[in-house]
């Protein structure tokens, strides 16, 4: 262990063996285990860090933040002006009242420390407090001025993803006039089954604009002003809406900014005798102590738009099998696999992505084929005929490409919406005659294999997408050593044979929520533990009528000093 960490282990050592006695004394013991904790988070090994944020590479927490002693107040119908001083006074802070503040305060507060007080006065007398330059602002409850900064991209992002079984054809026309003759094929696009689009809009600026005017309403005195290109946002309105809106921005720029790691593997299995009928999931979750159930699922489908294609397990279930396996570790999920066929590993990707962001992934080649054919025949005042072919080509994909859209819970659950395709296209000549003549072109055929699913896990936990089944045809040559190699005579020692081969396309991916400052939390929580063990010695104080009174101080928990 670093020597840096030393003092800290004794400390939190310490701090577990106290936790079942109760110390008469608590001051010393106190003492060491404050300046324990008082190390900074950063002298923390970077092992150890990336063990407690469960992710391969994450920034180091940042140092705590001052702990603020907590006191007791009683005010009676205090005058605004003399509340505030008395509070200046007791705390050595600086505080400017603006001229205009005015009223009384009443307050019956225990164990609440500075920033407590004033965000109650905040909201409930209205009063705007700014803290700039180590003085209080106090403003009175009116109609206010203040700028936000929001620290976002300026941009407006859209992604589709589509899944859909669609059907072509061909079409001939043809047109006839004086001077020329033309015959067009092309293809037209009849989309009458299955189709699943989903689309995502991101207009940060645009949508944040029109929530903060929803927030502190529509008039003349309340204005919203955004300016993306600076990251500022200036909102004129009374210091309890401002709360509001600086509320709001807070909560909104720390979703927005949660981020999670997803990692993947595209696996394709092929089948050993005896498993026809697809993996058998049952068996995989009895060769291991972790849990695969289909609990999270939300919805989902498969589409299958080649024939050839099989899923029968997706046919039982409405679509494909969608698992959580909780142990999610890759290594033992396809060591279970390899149980039931071999195993071919076609991508493993991983990529990082904000909150409700389309993380898409995509690998391959775009080849051109032709989708759309023009011959035009033209005849000349000499009767000579010409023709011109307009070809139009298009790009196919092949290869693999997922697109992931999360969505992170506080209690760090990941809603995913997942589309991923496998697809393999080949050359195809098609004989097209048009009457006067033929022509051959190279088109397209494209076997698809994808799905599009929305489910939800927890945080390192595995999704298994199963059941996408394709049957292929393979050709098995074997022969006898030596002889089958003879030109012509060496057939007459080979054997040669066709079966079907049936795979199955399973999609392991495993989301990780990026962990904000955990090491921080945790020296958090272990210095709030502290002060309930041992609470300082603190006094009970009272402003009445202007008056400040503080008693002497006393070593109760529920006591404390103004």
């Known amino acids: 262990m670093n020597l840096r960490l ?34 900074r988070a950063d002298a923390l090994p970077q092992d150890v860090e ?13 140092a705590l933040a001052p702990r603020q002693r907590r006191f007791n107040i009683a ?69 206010r001025t203040q700028t936000f900064n929001v620290n976002y991209l300026m941009l407006t992002r859209t992604g589709q993803s589509q899944t859909a079984i669609s059907g072509s054809s ?81 909560q909104a720029e720390r979703q927005l900014k949660r981020q999670v790691v997803l990692e993947a593997r595209i696996i394709e299995v092929e089948l050993n005798d005896g498993y026809e009928q697809g993996i058998d999931w049952n068996n995989l979750q009895a060769g291991t102590g972790a849990n695969i159930s289909p609990p999270h699922r939300v919805t989902g489908t498969t589409v299958k738009p080649y024939p050839g294609f099989l899923s029968p397990i997706g046919d039982m279930l409405g679509g494909g099998v969608v698992f959580n396996f909780t142990d999610g570790n890759f290594s033992t999920m396809i060591n279970l696999l390899q149980t039931q066929g071999e195993v071919n590993t076609l991508s493993n990707p991983r990529i990082a992505t904000s909150n409700n962001q389309k993380a898409v992934i995509k690998v391959g080649t775009d080849e051109y084929f ?16 010409q023709q011109s072919p307009d070809i139009e080509l298009k790009p196919f994909f092949s290869g693999i490409s997922l697109d992931v859209t999360p969505q992170i819970s506080d209690d760090n659950r990941v809603l995913l919406h997942i589309h991923p395709t496998v697809s393999e296209v080949t050359d195809g000549d098609k004989r097209i005659d048009f009457g006067s003549g033929a022509i051959t072109l190279p088109l397209a055929r494209s076997t698809v294999r994808e799905s599009d699913t929305i489910v939800e896990a927890r945080s390192g936990e595995m999704i298994v997408i199963g059941g996408l089944m394709q049957e292929k045809q393979r050709e098995t040559t074997s022969g006898v050593p030596v002889l089958s190699s003879i030109p012509l005579l060496g057939n007459l ?27 921080g939390n945790e020296l958090q929580r272990s210095r709030d533990l502290l002060e309930k063990w041992y609470p300082e010695p603190q006094g009970v104080g009272s402003i009445e009528n202007g008056q400040v009174h503080v008693s002497a101080p006393v070593r109760k928990m529920d006591t404390g000093a103004f």
């Open 6 to 39: 030393k003092p800290l282990a004794i400390a939190l050592l310490s701090t577990t063996l106290v936790a079942c006695v109760s110390p008469p004394d608590g001051s010393l013991p106190k003492a060491a285990l404050d300046d324990a904790l008082n190390v």
């Open 50 to 62: 990336q063990e407690l944020l469960n992710v391969s590479s994450q920034t180091r927490s940042p």
């Open 75 to 143: 005010a009676n119908n205090v005058e605004a002006k003399s509340f505030f001083n008395a509070l200046a006074s007791q705390h050595g802070i600086s505080i400017a009242v603006h001229p205009d503040v005015a009223g009384t305060i009443s307050l019956n507060l225990r164990q609440a420390t500075l920033s407590d007080t004033l965000a109650a006065l905040s909201q409930l007398y209205g009063y705007g407090i700014e803290h700039k330059n180590g003085v209080y602002q106090v403003f009175p409850n009116g109609v």
């Open 170 to 250: 061909l079409n001939n026309s043809e047109s006839n006039n004086s001077n020329s003759r033309s015959s067009t094929t092309n293809t037209n696009h009849n989309n009458d089954a299955t189709r699943i689009t989903t689309e995502s809009t991101n207009d940060f600026w645009q949508d944040l604009e029109t929530a903060l005017t929803r927030l502190i309403g529509e008039n003349e005195q309340r204005v919203v002003i955004t300016n993306p290109q600076a990251g500022l946002v200036t909102v004129r309105a009374t210091p309890d809406e401002l709360a509001m809106v600086k509320d709001f921005l807070s």
């Open 370 to 385: 032709v989708t759309n054919f023009t011959l035009e025949s033209t005849t000349s005042s000499n009767g000579n005929v």
């Open 493 to 519: 020692f080979k054997n040669r044979s066709v079966g079907n081969l049936k795979s199955e396309l399973v999609i392991l991916l495993r989301p990780i929520v990026v962990a904000d400052n955990t090491w």
